[in-house]
């Protein structure tokens, strides 16, 4: 048997527990994993709570992305054998907050040495998240990029691909994040009431993209500060940016794999901020579920080794 985190029933945290199950076994286009550690994402309560729509069996396991060891192949899955250390999305309902699980192959990469298993859990979703949200408007050295909740595990690694590619970065998030966002290299603007004012001061033409990771309100405030509608790209809140004019996040498959080599090259830090170790997945989610994490949040399952 093998250890998963579920939840029994859609709504609030009280239908999480640990829970056992046999070992799952991978169908085609699927890897079977050991999983070393799995990154907590707000999608992770936002399928819990039914939020992100009602289509897992219940009970159903938590957790979209992982890193760990390959302990069995799938039908028609080329590229991987056992015993190698990967990274990626958790195959839809197999759940990452488990000592086993199953992965898309599609959507894992092998993990470079260079990169611990706890920052490896914090690429397929995170990284390649920051990743498509600064590449998909494409900006030159010296334009300018605000990022709306630079202060999570998604704006952290978003500002810091902004720093290599030269751009102006601005991150917006709450006063206690000051140092951790400018420690980006990017200049740090507190959240809330007065934005506008405060990004004019320092960009007085308006902003190159709008990289929103917040929605709602936060994203009605900074989408205005954006040159053109169209450049802003949300993450957070389809329905909000499109009523704007702006877009909708795309993220593909081999996004994992370029934000992977520029994580292996030191040129960006996953910034895992916090670990728990699975029995203590209820406070991770909840951490995360509170709305104002500091960098990444990780579950380290096995420890790691390397
Ligand atoms: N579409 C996709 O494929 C995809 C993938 C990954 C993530 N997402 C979404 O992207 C969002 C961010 O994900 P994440 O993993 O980075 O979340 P996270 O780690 O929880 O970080 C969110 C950050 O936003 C900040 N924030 C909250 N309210 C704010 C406001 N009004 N103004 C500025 N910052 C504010 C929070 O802290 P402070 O308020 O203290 O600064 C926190 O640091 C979530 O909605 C998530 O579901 C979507």
């Given at each position: ?34 999983v ?40 028609g ?24 699980t ?9 993990k470079?040495?260079e990169?611990?298993f ?18 998909q ?19 952290l690694m ?9 751009f ?9 994040k ?32 709008v ?11 900074a ?11 949300s993450a957070a ?17 081999e ?51 390397g």
């Amino acid at each position: 048997m093998s250890k998963v985190y579920v939840f029994t029933e859609y709504g609030g945290p009280e239908n999480q527990e640990l829970t056992d199950r046999e070992v799952p076994q991978p169908g085609p286009g699927e890897l079977g994993v050991r999983v070393h550690a799995a990154g907590v994402n707000p999608l992770d309560w936002k399928l819990r709570s039914g939020a992100a729509g009602r289509s897992r069996t219940l009970p159903a396991a938590l957790g979209e992305e992982a890193a760990g060891t390959v302990t069995a192949v799938g039908e028609g899955v080329e590229g991987f054998t056992v015993g190698d250390e990967v990274l990626g999305l958790v195959a839809p309902g197999a759940g990452g907050y488990a000592e086993d699980t199953l992965l898309a192959a599609e959507s894992t990469v092998p993990k470079p040495e260079e990169i611990s298993f706890i920052d490896g859990a914090a690429i397929p979703i995170a990284g390649s998240t920051a990743y498509a949200g600064t590449h998909q408007v494409e900006l030159e050295p010296g334009q300018s990029l605000l990022i709306n909740g630079a202060g999570g595990g998604v704006g952290l690694m978003a500002a810091q691909i902004g720093r290599v590619h030269k751009f102006q970065v601005i991150g917006v998030g709450s006063e206690d994040k000051r140092g951790l966002i400018k420690s980006t290299g990017a200049t740090f603007v507190a959240s809330g009431q007065g934005l506008a004012d405060r990004v004019h001061q320092v960009l007085p033409d308006g902003v190159d993209l709008v990289f929103d990771l917040v929605g709602g309100q936060a994203l009605r405030s900074a989408a205005p500060l954006a040159k053109d509608p169209s450049l802003v790209v949300s993450a957070a809140d389809a329905g909000t940016v499109e009523e704007l004019g702006g877009q909708v996040l795309r993220r593909t498959p081999e996004m994992i794999g370029k934000i992977t080599g520029v994580i292996q090259y030191g040129l960006v830090d996953p910034t895992v901020l916090t670990t728990y170790p699975l029995k203590q997945a209820g406070d991770a989610v909840a951490q995360v579920e509170e709305g104002h994490t500091r960098g990444k949040v990780v579950l380290e399952i096995i420890a790691d080794q390397g």
